[in-house]
């Protein structure tokens, strides 16, 4: 088996579940993700005295499910798998599918009964509330070709995008917490934006390698109604099977007042599904100092060095604004200058230009200073 599989698990287990004896940890494989990983990760949860539990599916006869389901059928899913979750600590998720556009021909209501009743109640409320969990994506040819090369290149890029030093990058984002925590205004500027918000008491949060694998995020949230301004989106995002690109938000009083992009129309469908999806519920600074070119998988492009993502839809328990929504949607803003540059000002000082932070104390959190 591949060393670094086994790296990869040790770490899963250890640094990002944090497993303890005795704890009950779900591991789901997703569509191809290789099976020497599994056996890995059981062998670790093991290792360790907990005890793993395993589930394989197939985007492929998920798609079908959904296809064909009813509002009951997908209800009594959700019940099951909601009863398995409450008794799991650990959730470890692992994601390969080959096709990212499986479920693109699937119809929007039926895509909208399964993220309301299935994927809320079991994983945006169980799941990410109750257990120490981790999601990732395991590199395939589908992943090298969004990231336009070789599988043998990206598997070199995957393991060192996963397998840094990421107790190293939790001490280096001690100094955006802090300055986050006593801080009010935000200010973005860039290319077709130019966004001002209140993030006053909301608490923040510092992502290394606990939550995702690729890791390496600071967020908070803007005050529910704060948010004012234009932002113009330069990361395509794949939602729901379908690929958004050029997406252009115009916000007054917290509120999405305008949306354009690529596809308006389904654009607006999803923020109307309900109240809280034209409010934002994250704002995020990404900081991983290998991610640097998006490739339309968002555990990846949420982290790219130089980039911010600002989400429509619910907020996380630990950074809340109070908004409720059944979609949380991550989308990226990237601010180096091939990418158009941009800055980020808080309480009036400018803190990140140009993707790099010029503040003194934050430049610990440059590319140079994470590797």
Known sequence: MDNRILQLAKNLVSHSCRVEKGERVLIEIFGDAPKNLAKALVKEVTNVGGLPFVTLKDQSITRELIKNSTKEQIELMAKYE?????????????????????????????????????????????RVNNTKWVVLRYPNNSMAQLANTSLESFEDFYFDVCCLDYSKMEKAMDSLSQLLEKSDKVRITGPGTDISFSIKDIPNVKCFGRR?????????????????????????SVYEGFTFENIVFEFKDGKIIKATSNNTEKLNEILNSDEGARYIGEFAFGVNPYILKPMKDTLFDEKISGSIHFTPGQAYKLADNGNKSNIHWDLVLIQRPEFGGGEIWIDDILVRKDGIFVLEELKVLNPENLK
């Open 212 to 236: 995702n694998i690729p890791d390496g995020e600071v967020y908070t949230a803007p005050i529910r109604n704060s948010v004012n301004g234009v932002i113009s989106y330069n990361t395509p």
């Open 82 to 126: 909601l009863e398995r979750m409450k008794d799991m600590d650990c959730y470890i998720g692992i994601r390969g599918s080959e096709n990212t556009a499986e479920l693109s021909d699937v119809a929007d209501d039926k895509m909208r009964l399964y993220s309301d009743c299935f994927s809320m109640p079991v994983h945006l409320k169980e």
